[in-house]
């Protein structure tokens, strides 16, 4: 059974960094496209930053200089580099992972179960 694990989050100050880790276990044949997306309470989840084999790396207007997606197919891990946080960017961040699991099989999608991140004095 696949599955991915995120971490890195924390509490940090405006300004400061942060990277945030998902790291995916089972059988993981390849991966097609990474995505973080963010989610505040009351607020529809939103599209951070994805990147596919497809396509470069495309970043929400509200982070896109400060937030790099990146990952290594080696250890099947997804990263989010934050950098000069901002209050308005206190949320819970998810990955999705899409993934053939067999050769021959379809795509699917695989989410993280969320890591707090709080940017504040």
């Known amino acids: 059974q696949v599955r991915f694990v995120e971490s890195g989050g924390g509490l940090v100050q405006p300004g400061g960094s942060l990277k945030l880790s998902c790291a995916g276990s089972?059988?993981?044949?390849?991966?097609?496209?990474m995505k973080w997306y963010r989610q505040v309470p009351g607020k529809q989840r939103e599209l951070v930053a994805s990147?596919?084999?497809?396509?470069?790396?495309n970043y929400a207007d509200s982070v896109r200089g400060r937030f790099t997606i990146s990952g290594d197919h080696t250890k099947n891990t997804v990263y989010l580099q934050m950098n000069n946080l901002k209050s308005e960017d206190t949320a819970v961040y998810f990955c999705?992972?899409?993934?053939?699991?067999?050769?021959?099989?379809?795509?699917?999608?695989?989410w993280g179960q969320g890591t707090q991140v709080t940017v504040s004095i």
């Open positions: 089972g059988r993981i044949v390849d991966i097609y496209s």
């Open positions: 999705a992972v899409t993934l053939h699991t067999s050769a021959a099989g379809p795509l699917t999608e695989y």
């Open positions: 990147v596919s084999i497809d396509t470069s790396a």
